[in-house]
C-alpha cells in the first residue's frame, strides 16, 4: 500500500517549474512495480483535418476520466499527461487490471460511435529500468489551485514507442457497459479565441537532443518563454471573458455518444436544459463567475513528461522571437521542437464538482498538439537517418 500512495504522498514543490529543473534533488525515481499506460488515436491527423479535432480532444479527455474515477475510488493520485490525441497515465500495480478494463471499454465504445481506433496499451516501469532508462518526478505548483507532475528521463517515450510497435488492432471489439466509467465528462464549450491581449493561440513541443541535459534545456526554454511571453498567468488562452457556453444539442449528443454506452431522448433534452439553465442562471452569478475563475486557473496548458508540452497564447511578434531562439538551439544541437499556431483553443472538462474539484483539458484549434507533433516526429525521424 505504501507504493500504491506514492504519488499521494510526493511533497509539493512551492516553487517555479523553472527553479524545480535547477534542484535535480527533488526528482524522485518512480516505483519500478508501477505502470504507465498510453492511450493514442491511430490516424488522429486524418480525422483532425476531417472537421473532428473536438471529438478526437474529447477520446483522449475520456482516457485519463476512465482512469481517474477509479483512482479517486480509494482515495489514489496518479500522474496523468494530456497529448491532445491520446493521454498517459502512471499507476500502482493495484489499479492495472481495472484501469485497463476502463480503457478497453472506452476503446470499443470510440470504435463503435465515431469508427475510431483507440490504441490502449501498457508498459511496466521495471522495464523501463532494466533497459537502463531513467524515469524521476516531482509534483509543482504552477498556482494555489492546481498542481502537476513534472518528469525527467526518457522512460515516458520508451514505453509509447513499444507499445506502439506492439500494438495490434482488436479481432473484436465487445462493448461493456459496466466498465465505462466516465462520470464527469463535460464538452459544453465553444472554441475559444485568445484573450484579449493576445491574437494567436501557440502549441508547443520540445524535446531535449541528449538525455543527460534535459533539465537545463528544458530550463533554458522556459525562462525564454517567461521573458518573451510574461508568467505563466499571463500566457493563458483561457480568459472568462471569452467562454461561451454551447447549447446545441449536437455538441451534447457528441459529449453523450462519449460517455455513455446507451442514452434516451430523454436525456439528452435533459442535459440540454441542464446546458441552458447553466448559460442564464449560474454563470452570470457570483457562484458561477467563481466557478469561472477556477476553470482557468484549473486548465492543464502545461506538460513536462520528459518533453515540454504547451498551449500558450500571445501575439505573432512573439511567437518570431521564440521560433528564432529554437531554431537557434535547433541548430546548436540542444533542443529540437514542434510547433502550431491557430486563432483558437479547444477545452474539454472533468467535473467532479464545481468546487475546485473539476480540471479543464487544452489543445489548441486545428489539433494544434497533434500538428506540432507531427512536426516534431519529422525532426527526429530525419535525426536518427542523419
Not at 114 to 121: A, M, P, Q, T, Y
Request: glycine share 6%; charged share 25%; net charge neutral.
Amino acid at each position: 500500500m505504501e507504493n500504491t500512495l506514492f504519488y499521494n504522498q510526493l511533497p509539493v514543490y512551492d516553487g517555479s517549474v523553472s527553479d524545480l529543473l535547477g534542484q535535480p534533488e527533488v526528482f524522485t525515481r518512480i516505483p519500478s512495480d508501477w505502470h504507465i499506460l498510453i492511450t493514442d488515436i491511430k490516424d488522429s491527423t486524418k480525422a483532425i483535418d476531417s472537421g473532428l479535432s473536438q471529438v478526437v480532444n474529447l477520446i483522449a479527455t475520456g482516457s485519463i476520466i476512465a482512469a481517474l474515477n477509479i483512482a479517486s475510488e480509494v482515495k489514489v493520485d496518479i500522474p496523468f499527461f494530456f497529448g491532445g490525441d491520446g493521454a498517459t497515465l502512471i499507476i500502482p500495480s493495484t489499479l492495472l487490471e481495472e484501469t485497463m478494463t476502463a480503457l478497453e471499454a472506452h476503446q470499443a465504445n470510440v470504435q463503435d460511435e465515431f469508427d475510431i481506433e483507440l490504441r490502449v496499451g501498457s508498459f511496466p516501469i521495471s522495464a523501463i529500468y532494466q533497459a537502463a532508462n531513467e524515469l524521476k518526478i516531482a509534483k509543482v505548483h504552477v498556482n494555489a489551485l492546481f498542481s502537476i507532475p513534472v518528469v525527467l528521463g526518457n522512460g515516458l517515450q520508451l514505453a509509447e514507442r513499444h507499445i506502439k510497435s506492439k500494438y495490434r488492432s482488436p479481432q473484436t471489439t465487445t462493448k461493456n457497459e459496466m466498465a465505462l466509467r466516465l462520470e464527469g465528462m463535460e464538452c459544453r464549450w465553444n472554441k475559444i479565441p485568445p484573450p484579449t491581449h493576445s491574437d494567436e493561440v501557440i502549441c508547443l513541443l520540445i524535446d531535449a537532443i541528449h538525455g543527460s541535459e534535459q533539465a537545463m534545456v528544458f530550463k533554458g526554454a522556459l525562462d525564454k518563454i517567461d521573458a518573451i511571453y510574461g508568467p505563466h498567468q499571463n500566457r493563458n488562452p483561457i480568459s472568462i471573458p471569452k467562454l461561451k457556453l454551447n447549447t446545441s444539442l449536437q455538441k451534447i449528443r457528441t459529449e453523450l455518444r462519449t460517455r455513455k454506452l446507451r442514452y434516451g431522448f430523454m436525456e439528452l433534452l435533459k442535459e440540454w436544459m441542464y446546458t441552458l439553465i447553466g448559460k442564464v442562471g449560474y454563470l452570470p452569478h457570483k457562484s458561477g463567475q467563481e466557478y469561472l475563475a477556477e476553470l482557468v486557473q484549473l486548465s492543464d496548458i502545461f506538460v513536462l513528461d520528459g518533453r515540454i508540452n504547451m498551449v500558450i497564447s500571445g501575439r505573432s511578434e512573439n511567437r518570431k522571437l521564440l521560433v528564432d531562439y529554437l531554431e537557434e538551439e535547433e541548430k546548436n544541437g540542444r533542443l529540437i521542437f514542434g510547433v502550431h499556431f491557430s486563432e483558437e483553443s479547444i477545452i474539454s472538462c472533468y467535473v467532479r464538482n464545481r468546487k475546485a474539484d473539476h480540471i479543464h483539458f487544452v489543445d489548441g484549434g486545428a489539433g494544434g498538439y497533434t500538428k506540432a507533433a507531427t512536426m516534431l516526429k519529422g525532426k527526429i525521424k530525419a535525426l536518427k537517418s542523419s
